[in-house]
């Protein structure tokens, strides 16, 4: 399994990025999908998450600014990230969580995309 991420780059503040995540592969069942984030001296840390059935969760940090879905392939996440601040500079990492054939927990990370927001 694979996970390909994108969609990173420079943005101003207030300014608003579009990350994309492709997963591919042998997948039997997908449990969830995350964007986590690691800034540079910092722990990666969960941003936001989408479960099989459509539901989602956000760290407080983004809650507001970003927007996390699923594409009808249900192997592509995206964050929609609007109203970007400079602490949001970091690089972003694609987790898939997944379930094989035998019933076996099976997680999954990209690599990651650069986000930088400055002025």
């Known amino acids: 399994v694979q996970l390909q991420a994108s969609g990173g780059g420079l943005a101003q503040p207030g300014g608003s990025l579009r990350l994309f995540c492709a997963a591919s592969g042998s997948i039997f069942s997908i449990n969830a999908m995350y964007w986590y984030r690691q800034a540079p001296g910092k722990q990666r840390e969960l941003v936001a998450g989408?479960?099989?059935?459509?539901?989602?969760m956000y760290s407080d940090s983004v809650k507001g600014r970003f927007t996390i879905s699923r594409a009808n392939a249900k192997n592509t996440v995206f964050l929609q990230m609007n109203n970007l601040k400079p602490e949001d500079t970091a690089v972003y990492y694609c987790?898939?969580?997944?379930?094989?054939?035998?019933?076996?927990?099976?997680?999954?990370w990209g690599k990651g995309t650069q986000v930088t927001v400055s002025s």
């Open positions: 987790n898939l969580d997944t379930v094989n054939e035998l019933g076996y927990g099976m997680n999954y």
């Open positions: 989408i479960i099989s059935g459509g539901n989602t």
